[in-house]
């Protein structure tokens, strides 16, 4: 039975940081392509960054990049978000799951991701004074 379970979500002010973990059993992590989805209230899921197998090429949606890391351990069978400089537009159910990168095809860069097949029970993230 695959599982993958969230955790490092939690309560903080803006500026301040948060590091999500996904830990994955029943599964084989290193050859999978995995990433994270976030859920505000009221409104739909959107893809916050993925990565390839292999901690290879990374996408990140626009209003992270330059904030959010997204790293893999796969001996570990283990991935990551770290989230600095957090937002209050930030805030919502962030969600791990197994994925699909979307290249552009003339140049093979990401340019988003959807999740697939498995998917965690999220983990609430609450940016706020």
């Known amino acids: 039975q695959v599982q993958l379970v969230e955790s490092g979500g939690g309560s903080v002010q803006p500026g301040e940081s948060l590091r999500l973990s996904c830990v994955v059993s029943g599964l084989l992590l290193a050859p999978v392509p995995v990433g994270w989805f976030r859920q505000a209230p009221g409104k739909g899921r959107e893809a916050v960054s993925c990565?390839?197998?292999?901690?290879?090429?990374?996408y990140y949606i626009d209003s992270v990049k330059g904030r959010f890391t997204i790293s893999r351990d796969n001996p570990q069978n283990t991935f990551y978000l770290q989230m600095n400089s957090l937002k209050p537009e930030d805030a919502g159910v962030y969600y791990c799951?197994?994925?699909?990168?979307?290249?552009?095809?003339?140049?093979?860069?990401?340019?988003?991701?959807?999740?697939?097949?498995?998917w965690g029970k999220g983990a609430p993230v609450t940016v706020s004074l």
């Open positions: 799951a197994t994925v699909v990168l979307v290249r552009d095809p003339d140049t093979m860069e990401p340019r988003s991701c959807y999740g697939i097949d498995y």
């Open positions: 990565v390839d197998n292999g901690d290879g090429d990374k």
